[in-house]
């Protein structure tokens, strides 16, 4: 069988962006592959140094991929600073990845603009701890969204270089996966770009925001003045609250509102009205079940042990093989 790894950085509460770019992906495919998903509180560290609430904010994570239907049953769930291991490939990765290609890679390009005070080695080397994060498992199936594309074309240089360098074939190239055929992007409410807490909170429809919020944040999403001209084409911020509507409303509602637009006869305030409802139905059960699971502590410290082990069976083999590979013997 297949072997599946992916992580979302903690930091703090996931969003409608997560939940449909990845993790849907995440609960269909535990039930066909060898799942290891894991909580990448080490990489949160490259743009969070000193978070104030680490902890707070993996056990949150751990109770949203819980509540989306991560079955630890089915997948391995874990916490990836509780794999050791992946610190150690991590190490041995970056002896052969190079200065070069790792300031070429577009999110170092941006990141270096969102934070030019921390331009940090752990900053520069994300795609090796990443391509680490994979290959530990000797996954080939990665279920990210659109803008990990660049990385896993990383880590399959990380992993076909480890290979030639030591002689081998022991890791296999890893891919991004979706079970549509196109990597979904889901936007966020600032009229720009894609859903993610880096353009603020008011950018992003958390799992377990209430209705209230949720309502209050679509109302406030940046629309224009409204179409002059039948079928005109939509500019981007109108497009991404299609693009939303798409992901949450039925088919019928979406025509509804397409037809609106395309008449001129639209009024966003009813779209953004319908397009928040859709929203709460569509997180109502996960809600629920984060502040359910969020109360259980013990099955919270089961759960987390229990992927520990599983994923640290599979780190310490590959760890063990990879030693004998570059040469390290015991005396
Ligand atoms: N870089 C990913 C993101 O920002 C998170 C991540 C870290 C990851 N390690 C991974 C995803 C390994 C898949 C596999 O979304």
Redesign the pocket.
Known sequence: METV?????STGKLHLGNYYGAIQNFVKMQHQYNCYFFI?DL?SLTTHPTPGDLHGHVKQVLVEYLAAGIDPEKATIYVQSDVPEVAELYLYLNMNAYLGELERSTSFKDKIRAQPDNVNAGLLTYPVL?AA??IIHRATK?P??KD?EQ?LEMARTFANRFNRLYNNEYFPEPYAFNFSDKLVKIPGLDGKGKMGKSEGESNVVNLSDSPEVIRKKVMRAVTDSGPTTENQEKPVEIQNLFDLMNVVSSADTYEHFDQLYNTCQIRYGDLKKQLAEDMIIATAPIREKIKEIDQDSSYLRQVAKHGAIKARESASKTIREVREIIGFRSF
């Open positions: 790894v992916s992580g979302i950085r990448a990489h990443m994060d994979i990665v990210v969204g990990q990385h």
